[in-house]
């Protein structure tokens, strides 16, 4: 088992930054890929971001590549997701996941209970 915490959500302007963490513990958490998805009011989740095991090949949703950044540090057991140039159509809750390297969430086999990102003025 794996068990993932996420935080760093909160309320934010339109062109602000927020960088979310995801906090392992657990089962090794450097075994699995790392994905980040987020689901707004009345959506369908939606994949935003992955990473390889590794911390090498990394996959980006179109809407969010070249704002976000994910990342992770194995000796924390902790990924990141670095959200830059943040826009009102953001705003969802924000959910980390661990599994295999994919863009679709059935590919992961663990998951945080979600940060909530607001992005109002």
């Known amino acids: 088992q794996v068990q993932l915490v996420e935080s760093g959500g909160g309320l934010v302007q339109p062109g602000g930054s927020l960088r979310l963490s995801c906090a392992a513990s657990g089962r090794t958490f450097s075994s699995y890929a790392m994905g980040w998805f987020r689901q707004a009011p009345g959506k369908e989740r939606e994949f935003v971001a992955t990473i390889t095991r590794s911390g090498g090949p990394k996959s980006y949703a179109g809407s969010v590549k070249g704002r976000f950044t994910i990342s992770r540090d194995s000796a924390k057991n902790t990924g990141y997701l670095q959200m830059n140039s943040l826009k009102p159509e953001d705003t969802a809750v924000y959910y980390c996941?661990?599994?295999?390297?994919?863009?679709?969430?059935?590919?992961?086999?663990?998951w945080g209970q979600g940060t909530q990102v607001t992005v109002s003025s």
């Open positions: 996941a661990a599994g295999r390297y994919s863009g679709t969430d059935d590919a992961y086999d663990y």
